[in-house]
């Protein structure tokens, strides 16, 4: 695994919102085929590090290389869309500045697959859980090799989390990478391969799920 | 995007209803401030010379009160006390005092002293607006005196041509007059004498004959006559279609501007935007492009709903429907340089609410900056040439109603992309903020 090509470099990247340090220079690399996990308490950076990696936040200090110009879905914590058109309208908005050759069939497949309704309400009016499966199919245009998810399944019921992983699971089948924050120690232990452990903005920890299992388990969240 | 932002903008009609009837209603306010204005000022007239209900000058009688109501058409007269009209001069009540002095009415008869009537104002404001008006007042009761001084004169020159019955110092003359004095030398015996006499009383009369005309013209060489109303009310001229105009799409377009922009953050769509497919310039833009496309819409609905007005009313002169072109280029440069400003202040606000908060209050000032004239105060013109408003407003104007307007055309549309382009750089700038 760790042989496999990274599509990610990260090098010192930090992030300081006025005086505050949301996070300190941190080197990580997002490899291909694996899905790694960032774990850390509130607070922690994991956040700012996935806005930082997917290139929504600018680095106060350091760069991040995508390597070959891999594409990079983002899915934040907040649903990333406008509210006021629908789910549809959302999908072929951003289906067209992703570059996709046709956005009508794409809007119309992610709204399939993710059971979406096909009304033209805005998408204010989804469910909790609907907007965070549109926040996904809007992730998954322009076929990312990368997918950022930021505690992604938190507003999902079992059904529709089950359906994240294997989205997520067939990405990383086919090759690509995944990162997700998460708190959920269950999906950290059942979906991840890697894991990266931040503390008040400071990676502490980069190493598989087996070393943080044996080492970290207890004092992070503590 | 530009197309995603009207389809938004679509799904708000409250929203664009009230974005368009908030700047007409305000318009309509500002026309009635600005017909206010034009009302007639309140100037005291202290009488300290207590001046009679008749007076008589130069051996003609008229009413004071009739002919300063008559004068006074364009102020509001008060009579007041010397001491009430300071007081009311000082608390701003009134914005002027016009005073008889003592010995007024004496010098008037006389003849030997021309009087003096003392008018005092303050400084500043419509202080010389005031002054036009009173001194119009003068020069109207000048007219009524000259019109009384003429009219004296030509009886004691219909005295010497017809003869008759005169006053004069106490005295009672009876004028032989030259017509008489004509028949009485006829009567006489033919001589060269009578005939040299008779031929001077001819002429004598004939130039006393055009006496009435020479003094009439020598007291008001130059007339002026009202002619039939015929032109557009106030309500329908072009400067209020101008500001109409400007002021619709200022607000539109600020409003437009900040609050598109300063959403993009608020539904956390910048940061995806941000990842390589929309660039802040490009984001600028389109928010830029919205303001433009609305201001171009709703400025031609406007000048054509203006325009049906004009015609149904049958106002002459109509509305010059071939100047639209070159209008819809002004309103979608003046909505442009709007939107970039709107644009900027939606990035510094960072948050939408705040940011349509903020566009309003900015609005009102430079709306109302861009009224105050130059003339009265010059810093609010040199503050207004850095904002679109009063640009737009002159283009508007110029476009639709100057014969040749090229010249302002062109002039303001220099400062509209001028403007733009420095206040779109700003945004542009400014809208890193909306990434943190």
Do not use: C
Request: net charge positive; no cysteine; hydrophobic share 50%.
């Amino acid at each position: 695994m760790s042989e496999a090509q990274p599509f990610l470099r990260a090098r010192g990247v930090a992030r300081r919102f006025g005086a505050r340090t949301a996070l300190e220079p941190t080197d990580l690399d997002v490899l291909g085929g694996e899905a790694l996990a960032l774990v850390g308490p509130n607070g922690a950076g994991k956040s700012t590090l996935l806005a930082i990696l997917a290139g929504a936040l600018a680095a106060s200090a350091g760069a991040v290389e995508r390597v070959d110009g891999a594409h990079v879905g983002w899915v934040p914590q907040q649903p990333a869309y406008y509210d006021r058109l629908s789910a549809r309208e959302n999908l072929e908005l951003f289906a067209r500045l992703e570059g996709e050759s046709d956005p009508g069939a794409s809007a119309a497949r992610l709204l399939e697959r993710f059971d979406l309704p096909r009304e033209r309400h805005p998408s204010a009016t989804l469910s909790v859980g609907n907007r965070q499966r549109l926040n996904l199919a809007v992730a998954l245009l322009g076929d990312p090799r990368v997918l950022l998810l930021d505690e992604p399944s938190a507003a999902l019921d079992p059904g529709q989390r089950r359906r994240l992983w294997e989205t997520v699971g067939a990405l990383r089948d086919g090759g690509g990478a995944v990162v997700f924050a998460t708190q959920n120690l269950e999906e950290l232990e059942r979906y991840a391969d890697r894991a990266a452990v931040l503390q008040r903005g400071r990676l502490v920890f980069a190493g598989s799920v087996e070393e943080y299992e044996a080492v970290h388990v207890e004092e992070v969240f503590s | 995007m530009l197309g995603k932002d009207l389809r938004v903008l679509r799904r708000s009609p409250l929203l664009l209803g009230v974005l368009v009837a908030y700047p007409l209603l305000v318009a309509g306010l500002v026309g009635l401030v600005a017909g206010y204005a034009s009302a007639k000022p309140r100037v005291a007239l202290v009488d300290e010379d207590r001046l009679p209900a008749t007076v008589a000058v130069g051996g003609r009688s008229f009413r004071i009160n009739d002919a300063i109501s008559e004068v006074g058409k364009n102020v509001h007269l008060i009579r007041l006390s010397p001491g009430d009209a300071a007081r009311e001069l000082r608390t701003g009540r009134v914005v002027a005092t016009l005073t008889i002095p003592p010995g007024f009415l004496g010098d008037l008869r006389s003849g030997l002293h021309a009087p003096s009537l003392i008018f005092q104002t303050t400084h500043g404001g419509i202080a010389p607006r005031v002054t036009q008006q009173v001194q119009a007042l003068v020069y109207g009761l000048n007219r009524e005196l000259q019109s009384a001084y003429v009219g004296t004169d030509l009886h004691y020159v219909e005295l010497i041509l017809h003869g008759g019955r005169v006053s004069f110092a106490g005295q009672r003359y009876d004028v032989l007059g030259l017509d008489r004095m004509n028949r009485l030398l006829g009567r006489l015996p033919p001589s060269a004498r009578v005939a040299r006499i008779r031929d001077f009383a001819r002429i004598a009369a004939i130039a006393l004959g055009q006496t009435g005309n020479q003094l009439a013209s020598t007291a008001s060489p130059i007339g002026l006559e009202r002619a039939r109303e015929s032109s557009r009310s106030s309500l329908l001229s072009a400067q209020v279609q101008a500001y109409a105009l400007g002021l619709t799409i200022t607000f539109l377009a600020l409003l437009l501007a900040a609050g598109a922009l300063a959403t993009e953050r608020d539904e956390n769509a910048i940061g995806r935007l941000s990842r390589g497919l929309v660039s802040l310039g490009e984001l600028v833009w389109a928010k830029v492009a919205l303001a433009a496309v609305v201001a171009l819409a709703l400025g031609l609905a406007i000048a054509v709903v203006f325009g049906a007005i004009v015609q149904a009313g049958g106002v002459v002169g109509g509305e010059p429907w071939s100047r639209l072109p070159l209008l819809a280029l002004g309103l979608l440069l003046a909505g442009a340089s709007l939107g970039a400003l709107g644009s900027l202040l939606g990035a510094l606000a960072r948050e939408a609410r705040t940011a349509s908060l903020v566009a309003v209050l900015v609005v009102m000032p430079i709306v109302f900056l861009g009224l105050v004239p130059r003339e009265v105060v010059p810093a609010a013109g040199y503050v207004s040439d850095a904002l679109p408003f009063a640009h737009a407003v002159r283009y508007f104007s110029s476009s639709l109603y100057d014969a040749s307007p090229w010249a302002t055309v062109g002039r303001e549309l220099a400062w509209l992309v001028g403007l733009g382009a420095v206040f779109g750089v700003g945004a542009r700038l400014a809208t890193r903020r909306l990434l943190s």
